[in-house]
């Protein structure tokens, strides 16, 4: 039931939830005050809105931002609405490992405690780009950055789980356009200029980040940890700036978003709803390696993404990466 529900119906599901549902709504009985979050890309469409309605719902929200000016500017404006919320801006650039590093520093120099990690930040590149690391800079951005920055806050997400006992969550904004990867990451290619199309590099950095996820949940599973990992897929939020990112004339802004929009189209608030509602809900206690489509698990569109070797190998390739950068 679940893939024909969630991509052709806007009716609840199982959870009680739906298409229709918004960030504020599954979140409406839920207090957070005791929690601290993290929210990558949080001046923008869903990421801000996950930052706002978290913080709303009393998180300190830790907004991981690459535009500190834009970041303080939203921050401003969440205060506006909730003089109560707090906040803070931290300058982070996943398409550099070096910022990576210096972000996950700083934070950990503060010793915060950290709750929930919504790794929401994602980019659509027109052209083929390397980043000063050397990577087709999608993937960068999309999956190496996020990677790193999971890893290097992981001793404090188990560290606040244990000395608290309450579970914390990392949330990854995957895609159904991991489907557009459906057969696997091509690492011998990832970096061929001559091959590079937009719509097939974002779709494979998608598949990255459920692939993560599932391997980063395994292993969390394996350790008794108490923190569980999830991917979901936010729905075709034409509104929000990553919805503008590609030009009219690209073939898979064409084919993917327009074929898809009549199911699977949704508005800011309700496309946050289901990162808010996986980081938060009482619903999905112990819940962990499962991918999330409006508010309800749901199967993957491609086979690939549930295939545990492929989720291996991947954590085996960005681990390699990563240390030698």
């Known amino acids: 039931m679940g893939q024909a529900w969630s991509v052709f119906s806007k009716k609840p599901g199982p959870s009680g939830f739906g298409a229709n549902s918004t960030a504020e ?3 409406a009985n ?8 993290m929210v990558t890309g949080a001046t923008s469409g869903v990421g801000k809105e996950t930052a706002r309605v978290l913080a709303k719902r009393g998180a300190h929200v830790i907004m991981a931002v690459r535009n500190t000016k834009a970041g303080e500017e939203t921050k401003l404006k969440f205060l506006e609405e909730d003089p109560s919320a707090t906040l803070d801006v931290m300058q982070l650039d996943l398409g550099s490992l070096a910022s990576v590093r210096k972000f996950a520093g700083d934070f950990r120099a503060q010793n915060l405690p950290l709750n929930i990690l919504v790794n929401n930040a994602g980019a659509v590149l027109p052209e083929f780009e390397l980043s000063e690391d050397g990577m087709e800079k999608t993937f960068a951005t999309n999956h ?12 404090t997400m188990k560290k606040t789980a244990k000395d608290t006992g309450e579970e914390g969550r990392i949330v990854m904004v995957a895609s159904h356009a991991h489907a557009l990867a459906s057969k696997g990451i091509p690492y011998d290619s990832l970096n061929d200029k001559k091959r590079f199309s937009s719509g097939s590099a974002y779709g494979i950095t998608k598949l990255a980040n459920i692939l ?6 395994r292993r969390l599973q394996e350790e008794g940890t108490n923190v569980t990992a999830n991917s979901v897929h936010p729905g075709v939020v034409s509104a929000s700036n990553f919805g503008k990112t590609l030009g009219s004339d690209n073939l898979f802004k064409i084919v993917f978003l327009t074929a898809s929009r009549p199911f699977m189209e949704r508005t800011i608030p309700q496309g946050a709803a289901t990162q808010c509602y996986v980081a938060t809900s009482p619903q999905l206690k112990g819940v962990s390696g499962k991918y999330f489509t409006d508010c309800n698990e749901v199967p993957v569109l491609a086979k690939v993404a549930e295939d545990p070797k492929a989720a291996e190998a991947l954590w085996k390739f960005s681990e390699d990466f990563v240390s030698a950068h």
């Open 30 to 37: 839920i207090d957070l005050h005791s929690k601290t979050a």
């Open 212 to 217: 993560h996820a599932n391997e980063l949940s």
């Open 144 to 155: 190496i950055g996020p990677f790193l920055l999971t890893n290097l806050l992981l001793d």
């Open 25 to 27: 709504f599954v979140t």
